[in-house]
């Protein structure tokens, strides 16, 4: 296949694995950022394999999960930078109906990956609230968002695959594929929760969602998982956690709350009477779909205008495979899976 020089507008998460998957086909990229990600800003980057609600494995975990350690394994390599970080989640059961969804999941092949079974340990548990009892989830982990977006930024301009700012409509020409008067074979669209915004891609439903995170020094919350019921408690390194996450919907704005503080604040106190320290209150906003499933794919009427984009609250576990399988889609005509197709909303537009 003839090598392609792709632009790629937005170098976060969803920008980035797309730009490593192309330069490892033999392809060239140029991205443009402006070097603010308000997405990564709420992100814990967490890679939670279990859904409690109903206790269910995520969408598509297996293939997803395996894939993800891979790729940002070899990226560590490669950007000779630490951001992933093995995790024990500890769930803290909150009825007897969960406790029995666990019970009857740990013992199935397909989840024993995941959960451990539940022993004495697990029920005497008592550095949190446990009036149901816990269980350890298995083969989590999570990403240093900022360590991960910094050091793709850094490692990208040096190598001159990167323009720094925002991407300005005016100076890209949709006929020839050229953006500030450089030629390109194809472009795709990374822009996160800013979608409305990009006129190719502004009818499509991406929400913005609004989310809310405490930092905070704590010399009582056990350090060595994460803990879990109501919020989720992350050890970060040096007796600090991130507190996560609130949901406030179709909310662009970027300023802290007393609300969203005093919310999380109450989730935490659900997992026990500790005493911290608050070190600061961070915000975000993500770009999430209705359906919970991302959007990918190419414009209906601009022929080589991709989309990657809703990777929502689940990110850091399906970028890299959804990365590779766009990738796979833009230069090999590999159908996408109809469930993140782009043409599922083109469709109900009638487009």
């Given amino acids: 296949m003839k090598k392609q020089h792709i632009l790629i507008i937005g170098a976060g998460l969803s920008g980035t694995c797309l730009a490593h998957q192309l330069l490892k086909k033999g392809h060239t990229v140029q991205l443009v950022d402006r070097g603010e990600n308000h997405s990564t800003a709420i992100a814990a980057g967490m890679v939670n394999p279990m859904v409690f609600r109903r206790m269910n494995k995520s969408w598509r975990l297996d293939e997803f999960i395996q894939e993800a350690k891979s790729y940002y394994l070899e990226l560590e390599q490669t950007l000779q930078q630490t951001f992933f970080h093995p995790l024990i989640i500890r769930r803290m059961l909150s009825s007897e109906q969960e406790r029995k969804y666990w019970l009857e999941r740990e013992k199935l092949p397909e989840y024993q990956n995941y959960l451990m079974a539940i022993n004495a340990d697990d029920d005497a548990y008592s550095s949190a609230e446990n009036q149901f009892g816990s269980g350890r989830v298995n083969n989590a982990f999570w990403v240093d968002a900022q360590a991960y977006y910094q050091c793709n930024m850094k490692y990208f301009d040096e190598r001159q695959m990167l323009t720094k700012g925002s991407f300005d409509v005016q100076f890209f020409d949709?006929?020839?594929?050229?953006?500030?008067?450089?030629?390109?074979?194809?472009?795709?669209?990374?822009?996160?929760?800013?979608?409305?915004?990009?006129?190719?891609?502004?009818?499509?439903?991406?929400?913005?969602?609004?989310?809310?995170?405490?930092?905070?020094?704590?010399?009582?919350?056990?350090?060595?998982?994460?803990?879990?019921?109501?919020?989720?408690?992350?050890?970060?390194?040096?007796?600090?956690?991130?507190?996560?996450?609130?949901?406030?919907?179709?909310?662009?704005?970027?300023?802290?709350?007393?609300?969203?503080?005093?919310?999380?604040?109450?989730?935490?106190?659900?997992?026990?009477?500790?005493?911290?320290?608050?070190?600061?209150?961070?915000?975000?906003?993500?770009?999430?779909?209705?359906?919970?499933?991302?959007?990918?794919?190419?414009?209906?009427?601009?022929?080589?205008?991709?989309?990657?984009?809703?990777?929502?609250?689940?990110?850091?576990?399906?970028?890299?495979?959804?990365?590779?399988?766009?990738?796979?889609?833009?230069l090999d005509e590999k159908p996408l899976d109809r469930e993140i197709s782009i043409e599922r909303f083109y469709k109900k537009l009638h487009l």
């Fill in 174 to 330: 949709e006929e020839k594929f050229t953006y500030q008067n450089l030629s390109f074979d194809k472009v795709v669209f990374c822009v996160g929760y800013e979608q409305m915004n990009t006129p190719f891609f502004a009818n499509l439903p991406i929400q913005q969602t609004k989310g809310q995170t405490l930092r905070i020094h704590s010399n009582e919350i056990p350090a060595n998982e994460s803990l879990n019921r109501k919020c989720f408690v992350l050890p970060i390194g040096g007796r600090i956690f991130r507190i996560g996450a609130t949901y406030e919907w179709d909310n662009p704005g970027l300023m802290p709350t007393e609300e969203a503080k005093q919310e999380l604040v109450g989730h935490l106190k659900v997992l026990g009477d500790f005493s911290y320290e608050i070190i600061d209150q961070q915000v975000g906003v993500r770009p999430t779909v209705l359906d919970r499933r991302p959007i990918l794919g190419e414009h209906h009427q601009i022929k080589n205008m991709f989309l990657f984009n809703g990777l929502g609250t689940k990110g850091y576990l399906m970028a890299p495979t959804l990365a590779r399988e766009l990738c796979e889609h833009m």
